[in-house]
């Protein structure tokens, strides 16, 4: 029983937890070839155990990392863009180099990943690119992540914290990094091929 992901090799960032985890197992459940990198090669370590999956420690804000995994790869048919940060508070509480960081991690490192790895694309004349980002853009759904937790327990009130992102929610719950994922898996098939260059909105009639 071949997978929709049958042959194809999946690069993700950000592949130890949240949404680039469940997105790694669900390409590799598909059949695909998945190279799951992280910055957290502890996290990253319990991956190996799914088959199909294999890891690389990788900083996507530093472009020779990048480079140094690209020479290692021959070829590449779905590139996934997913470390991201969200830095929490107003500007007032955002220093110089918080934004900085932010910057680095969520825009430019879409940039120098997709610098990297595009030419193989061309040269092969097929590929697939998805990056994804947060409430300010495509993905405004609340999603249940490691990083989402933090969040909650970073809030003086916890619990309140909690209910106001339920309340943010049409739908009365927090999305699953499952649920993202399969969306994931769509996208990175051939079912997709004459979607180029759209945005996809999953948030649970956030934004209705």
Known sequence: NMGRLHGK???LSAAAQGIGRAAAIAFAKEGARVIATD???SKLQ???KY?????????VTKKEQIENVAKEIERI?????IAGFVHHGTILECEEQDWDFTMSINIRSMYLMTKTFLPKMIKQKSGNIINMSSVASSIKGTVDTPSLQERIKARPNPEQA???FLARQRTGRIATAEEVAHLFVYLASDESA?????ELIIDGGWSL
């Open 9 to 11: 090799t999946i690069l």
């Open 39 to 41: 910055i957290d090669k």
């Open 46 to 48: 319990d991956m190996e």
């Open 51 to 59: 088959p199909g999956i294999q890891t690389q420690v990788l900083d």
């Open 77 to 81: 048919d779905v590139l996934c863009n």
């Open 162 to 164: 909690l209910k106001d």
């Open 194 to 198: 004459y979607m180029t260059g759209n």
